[in-house]
């Protein structure tokens, strides 16, 4: 079974965007971003990810929970690590995403700093307690590159 059949069986989504549906992969244990069309009046936010992850240092890439990327009938997904969300571990959004404009990476507490730095540098902008989230391992991750 490749991942490209689990992707096929895929039927009710984790979670929902104007452009792409979140699905889980009990089998494998991860999520998969999938575009829900080809849209050219969208700027197709799995490539602009994929892109970014592409310029990050191996560092960088460990405030983000992407495993991988491919295609999938012509169109590009995203596989991830199953992430909880700040929302889901019942955690407010930090102060310092409110404040980052105005803030030094010092003034961040330590367990934020990879995610403050990555945002800063490149111009993650919606960044909230949806968008951010916790790894097993205890790693503060970027679940979407919302970009400025």
């Not at 244990?29 to 994929?50: A, S």
């Not at 800063?120 to 902008?125: D, R």
Request: glycine residues 8%; proline residues 5%; charged residues 30%.
């Amino acid at each position: 079974m490749s991942l490209n059949h689990s992707i096929a069986q895929f039927k009710k989504p984790i979670g929902k965007g104007s452009e792409r549906v979140a699905y889980y992969s009990k089998k494998y244990n991860v999520v998969i971003k999938l575009l829900r069309e080809r849209d050219p009046y969208n700027y197709n936010q799995n490539t602009v990810e994929i892109e970014l992850y592409k310029r990050m240092t191996p560092e960088e890439r460990l405030a983000t929970p992407m495993l991988g990327y491919g295609e999938y009938k012509g169109l590009p997904y995203i596989v991830m690590e199953r992430v909880k969300t700040l929302y889901e571990l019942g955690t407010n959004t930090p102060d310092w995403i409110m404040e980052r404009n105005s803030l030094t990476v010092e003034e961040v507490p330590e367990k934020f700093r990879p995610l403050f730095t990555i945002m800063k540098k490149y111009g993650i902008c919606d960044a909230h307690r949806g968008n951010l989230g916790e790894t097993e391992d205890g790693r503060f991750v970027i679940l979407d590159f919302g970009i400025a």
